[in-house]
């Protein structure tokens, strides 16, 4: 018996009980049994677009979207060239 196996993408984190917490839901209806594939890096430090993403949905940076916060232009301050 041929089976056919469809892959869904979501990230998640590893817990303190090394259990797993998805990010999001699945959208797969259940319950249902499946078959999990864990990647992550070897270094122990997430990905600097991960961080990004968090802490955009995160409430406690919401007094960042107040335009009253924009006090900066592309005008401001002095460009910087690194000399390597």
Do not use: C
């Not at 107040?66 to 390597?84: F, M, N, Q, R």
Request: proline residues 7%.
């Amino acid at each position: 018996m041929e089976t056919t196996l469809t892959a869904v993408e979501r990230t998640g984190t590893i817990n303190e009980h090394h259990e797993l917490q998805l990010d999001g839901a699945l959208p797969i209806p259940g319950p249902k049994r499946v078959r999990v594939i864990v990647m992550y890096s070897a270094a122990d430090q997430s990905d600097e677009i991960e961080w990004f993403h968090a802490a955009s949905q995160n409430p406690a940076f919401d007094f960042l979207k107040d335009p009253g916060e924009d006090i900066y232009t592309l005008i401001d301050g002095k460009p910087y060239h690194d000399e390597v």
